[in-house]
């Protein structure tokens, strides 16, 4: 049983535009929304979180936007560059993210053309 | 900001070894660490989740008995994988945590069992 659902699998984007992933969820019970950035080899870093109390959360060029009676978030990348091509992961979890391990979706591979 | 290592980065091993990998946490102490595991190309699925002193918890389907776990002390976590198999290559990475809020991932560990 997938938990959290992401889309799309993968993503070329031109320099400059909107880079825009989705993911949806089932667990009612999930609280809190992150965003991973992975480079290949490496362990996921985080870039941007989100709690239900709140539609959207904007961190630099990055926004998360949260819709709770769809179950639904998604994840924004504005003026996206050539450095932001990696592998993102939306997750979603239980009491905090540091309480209770991370449901994680399957994975957006984005590439930015320049 | 919090700063979480594995080591080693990567290790070969043979058939029917064990194989030990520690996460410490460098600058903070983790009341817990969490353990993941990545295939190639596709997403973290939680293994385990461990509390200082505690037996860690482990996700339905992990073998307890041959993924052991200890979490010996605040900063430091080992994921011993015995008598590995070919299946067991993936990549291994840690989380730890402080606070209920936010988890912190190490770098990760890529295991090859030949």
């Known amino acids: 049983q997938q938990q959290v659902k992401q889309s799309p699998q993968s993503l070329i984007v031109q320099k400059g535009g909107i880079s825009i992933i989705n993911c949806a969820y089932e667990n009612t019970a999930f609280d809190y929304f992150p965003w991973y950035q992975q480079f290949p080899g490496k362990g996921p870093a985080l870039l941007i979180a989100i709690r239900p109390d709140v539609s959207e959360k904007k961190e630099g060029r990055f926004t998360i936007s949260f819709n709770k009676s769809a179950k639904q978030f998604s994840l924004h990348i504005m003026d996206s560059q050539p450095g932001d091509s990696a592998t993102y992961f939306c997750a979603a979890s239980i009491g905090g993210g540091g309480a209770d391990g991370l449901t994680f979706g399957k994975g957006t591979h984005l590439i930015i053309q320049p | 900001g919090a700063v979480v290592s594995q080591h080693p980065s990567w290790v070969i091993c043979k058939s029917g070894t064990s194989v030990k990998i520690e996460c410490r946490s460098l600058?903070?102490?983790?009341?817990?660490m969490f353990w993941y595991r990545q295939f190639p190309k596709q997403s973290l699925m939680l293994m385990a989740t461990s509390n200082e002193g505690s037996k860690a918890t482990y996700e339905q389907g992990v073998e307890k008995d041959k993924f052991l776990i200890n979490h010996a002390s605040l900063t430091l976590s080992t994921l011993t994988v015995t008598s590995a198999h070919p299946e067991d290559s993936s990549f291994y990475i840690c989380s730890a945590s402080d606070s209920p809020n936010e988890q912190f991932f190490g770098p990760g560990t890529r295991l090859t069992v030949l």
């Open positions: 600058d903070f102490q983790a009341t817990t």
